[in-house]
Nanobody, 126 residues
């Protein structure tokens, strides 16, 4: 079994920065994809960014490209999302997710991911 635990959310003013962390425990990933999603009240869960667990290729949603950076530590235990130049529209609950399936192509659908964290609230005030 895999456990994912997010941390680092909070309240920040527009233009500010936050760094989210996703700590993994239980099964160790040696391949697959990990990603960040977000869900605002009354809206669907949207893809934010993903990283391949081998090779470290990344993919970003257009709405965060150039502002957010996804990364992982060398031990492949923790994943991060550095969020800069935050906007009020970035306000949402942010979830980390993981899929151990072998793939060469990024998948941005929530259904692709088998494991989810509990979420962390990010609120950006104007």
């Amino acid at each position: 079994q895999v456990q994912l635990v997010e941390s680092g959310g909070g309240l920040v003013q527009a233009g500010g920065s936050l760094r989210l962390s996703c700590a993994t425990s239980g099964r160790t990933f040696s391949r697959g994809t990990m990603g960040w999603f977000r869900q605002a009240p009354g809206k669907e869960r949207d893809f934010v960014a993903a990283i391949m667990w081998t090779g470290s290729r990344t993919l970003y949603a257009d709405s965060v490209k150039g502002r957010f950076t996804i990364s992982r530590d060398n031990a492949r235990v923790t994943m991060y999302l550095q969020m800069n130049s935050l906007k009020p529209e970035d306000t949402a609950v942010y979830y980390c997710a993981a899929s151990p399936r072998l793939t060469e192509v990024f998948n941005t659908a929530p259904s692709w991911y088998d494991y989810w964290g509990q979420g962390t609230q990010v609120t950006v005030s104007s």
